[in-house]
């Protein structure tokens, strides 16, 4: 039962360590470290998108944020050179309710 809970943590752990490490790599191979495509892990991919969707978006102490549409034209240009295109297509797909999360 405890050895059980202690996989589950460790698991948590290390798909975070993953997601934190290759979540600013690039689909085209130049983000940080050069990896590309399909060497970057799908759970970073994801986090990807939605990190750069956020951070446009939000409102910083040294940028104003981008319009919602504006957002969503950028992640459409930049999928499948900076982001995997089927997460930034799965993304678009529920552009609607995205749209209504920022509203």
């Not at 409102?59 to 999928?79: A, D, M, N, T």
């Amino acid at each position: 039962m405890g050895s059980d809970r202690i996989k589950q943590m460790l698991d948590v752990l290390s798909a975070a360590c993953s997601i934190a490490m290759c979540h600013h790599e690039k689909w085209d191979g130049s983000g940080y470290h050069g990896l590309a495509a399909d060497q970057i892990p799908p759970l970073a991919r994801l986090v990807s998108v939605v990190d750069v969707l956020d951070a446009l978006v939000s409102v910083r102490p040294y940028k104003s944020g981008w319009k919602i549409g504006e957002v969503f034209g950028y992640l459409k240009k930049q999928s499948g050179i900076q982001f995997d295109a089927t997460v930034g297509s799965a993304l678009l797909a529920h552009e609607n309710e995205v749209m209504a999360v920022y509203r």
